[in-house]
């Protein structure tokens, strides 16, 4: 397809158990964003990918949250030792960025429901 | 630190223009965008302002002051389909030297009556 894909779409898990969410970007976007949404929230950002840079990872909230971006393409979301308060809706974006680029829209993928019981 | 500052909610009836505002406090600024997101949706980008002025797409409008750190969503005519929350979003860093985080405001949710 040719949108950002996400992949569970939902996901119910036993808390301390982990869980990998991933994404798919749309072809040629060397920029990656994992953000996070609770009910009826706004998007809290988790981490950035932007080409061979190294990832701005200020936004994890724990060390029990990590990322990674293989050959600059999909990217998986890595949620360690679940814990209640991790339930929310994770939203992917991609976007395109170039020498000429004066905005750069995300393009959000539908996310993954994460509910951890 | 940075926020972004919006109304929670918006009501106003079909065929009415409404205004939606975001006042920002960030480190940097490169810029402020809109995104709108319907009930268990994925955002969709609206519209960019780097520079001080009016940007028209169609029905919707966007106006930064950057003097101000303030900005508005216009949208006319509105239609019951723009019920939606509606984000704001602020670039602080350049985007061709890597900067092309959002952070996003809290949304504000446009509910529109016939």
């Known amino acids: 397809g040719a949108g950002v894909s996400q992949s569970p779409s939902n996901k119910v898990t036993e808390k301390g158990k982990d869980v990998e969410l991933r994404c798919d970007p749309i072809s040629g976007h060397t920029a990656l964003y994992w953000y996070r949404q609770s009910l009826g929230q706004g998007l809290e950002f988790l981490i950035y990918?932007?080409?061979?840079?190294?990832?701005?990872k200020s936004g994890l909230p724990s060390d029990r949250f990590s990322a990674e971006r293989t050959g600059g393409s999909v990217s998986t979301l890595t949620i360690q030792r679940t814990q209640q308060e991790d339930s929310a809706v994770y939203l992917c974006?991609?976007?395109?960025?170039?020498?000429?680029?004066?905005?750069?829209?995300?393009?959000f993928g539908n996310g993954t429901r994460l509910t951890v019981t | 630190g940075q926020s972004l500052e919006q109304p929670s909610e918006v009501t106003a009836v079909e065929g009415a223009i409404v205004q939606i505002n975001c006042t920002y406090q960030t480190s940097g600024f490169y810029g402020l965008s809109w995104y709108q997101q319907h009930d268990g949706g994925a955002p969709t980008f609206l519209s960019y302002?780097?520079?001080?002025g009016l940007e028209e797409t169609g029905r919707f409008s966007s106006f930064l002051s950057r003097s101000d750190s303030y900005g508005y969503l216009l949208l006319q005519e509105l239609q019951m389909k723009d019920s939606a929350s509606y984000f704001c979003?602020?670039?602080?860093?350049?985007?061709?030297?890597?900067?092309?985080?959002?952070?996003f405001g809290t949304g504000t949710q446009l509910k529109v009556e016939l």
């Open positions: 990918f932007q080409g061979n840079s190294a990832p701005d």
């Open positions: 974006a991609s976007s395109l960025v170039g020498l000429s680029s004066y905005n750069s829209p995300l393009h």
């Open positions: 302002n780097g520079l001080d």
């Open positions: 979003a602020v670039r602080e860093g350049r985007v061709t030297g890597g900067g092309n985080k959002l952070t």
